[in-house]
T-cell receptor
């Protein structure tokens, strides 16, 4: 079973920031938080991951609470092309790679014009 | 750079037929995985491999066989297709380094009638 809880759907206006929450209250000290997204039934696409510090890349920012029980993915200026299902995944540090990802149902983000 | 290539993109099978879904990657990744995705659901892991000659079962392995004779290829075999195997299948690859991203193919949509 997925170790994360996400809202099933969210809406965002184009050009505004999209803030997608994820609850992972049972996360252990050796688990990272990963975010992937899936655009219209294409293969999932990696976005970002982190352990306890906030992370930023060209796609998004990841904010992890100090107790690590929840996180927020931020798309700073959402576009229509960001409409997708976003998956929050926890994965253990000791796992070699990303060969055993556990997906939940994710959050369907709809960016509106 | 092709990344992860899956063939075919679409397939219709009759119950009891066999077939092989092909997956190839050109990134020299050690780890490869197969997932299935049913409507409204996240991806579920079928089988995975951490290197040539090494495979292991995931969450939903029944009805599927895999082998890994080369680093590049990881075929998924359905020996006797059943309607319950109607799904979209995704192949993924990743490096053996820790905390790296998985790269996904574009999927194979399989219908068993």
């Amino acid at each position: 079973d997925a170790k994360t809880t996400q809202p099933p759907s969210m809406d965002c206006a184009e050009g505004r920031a999209a803030n997608l929450p994820c609850n992972h209250s049972t996360i252990s000290g050796n688990e990272y938080v990963y975010w992937y997204r899936q655009i219209h039934s294409q293969g999932p696409q990696y976005i970002i991951h982190g352990l306890k510090n906030n992370e930023t890349n060209e796609m998004a920012s990841l904010i992890i609470t100090e107790d690590r029980k929840s996180s927020t993915l931020i798309l700073p200026h959402a576009t229509l092309r960001d409409t997708a299902v976003y998956y929050c995944i926890v994965s253990p540090v000791f796992q070699g790679g990303s060969e055993k990802l556990v997906f939940g149902k994710g959050t369907k983000l709809t960016v509106n014009p | 750079n092709a990344g992860v290539t899956q063939t075919p993109k679409f397939q219709v099978l009759k119950t009891g037929q066999s077939m092989t879904l092909q997956c190839a990657q050109d990134m020299n990744h050690e780890y490869m995985s197969w997932y299935r995705q049913d409507p409204g659901m996240g991806l579920r892991l079928i089988h995975y491999s951490v290197g040539a000659g090494i495979t292991d079962q995931g969450e939903v392995p029944n009805g599927y066989n895999v082998s890994r004779s080369t680093t590049e290829d990881f075929p998924l075999r359905l020996l006797s297709a059943a309607p319950s195997q109607t799904s979209v299948y995704f192949c993924a690859s990743s490096t053996e380094m820790r905390n790296t991203e998985a790269f996904f193919g574009q999927g194979t949509r399989l219908t068993v009638v």
